[in-house]
């Protein structure tokens, strides 16, 4: 019997997302310069915003009577936030700190599991049932502190 070699590609956002893991930063930071094989591991230079350069965020929460709390945050990495009761998990999926626009990714836990409110994206809204009533958290993020460090 012979030997067949082939080649399997990877999606990048995957090992992205596991070297932004080992570096707990959030994978949108990372960025890939090289892979290769050392001592029967995959080597992966890589590089990632350091905290001058992350973006720290206004979190706008309007709960289901109208009242409205903001909340500021670095988006250095996934934060587990606790929002309006809720246990959720934000984490950036891109910033242009030029245009001072955020996207990020939203997961809410349900029945003990996180679940994706928002795959990418500013805003979104958080089920949640109070009492045997079925209600809803509206949430969006904005940058807090433009990218030359001052109040925007």
Known sequence: MGTIRESVRIPLGDLRQQVADSFGVAASLVEIHGIRLEDGAIEVDASYLDGEDVPVVELF??????????????????KNLLIAGEDVLVELVDYDPERGEVFVSVKHRQDGEL???????????????????????????????GPTGEES
């Open 115 to 145: 679940v994706t409110v928002l795959g990418c994206g500013e805003k979104w809204v958080i089920p949640v049932e109070r009492d045997g009533v079925e209600e809803s958290i509206r949430c969006r993020i904005q940058t807090a502190v």
């Open 61 to 78: 929460v309007t709960d289901p009577s109208g009242h409205t709390e903001s909340y500021v945050t670095e988006l250095n990495g996934a």
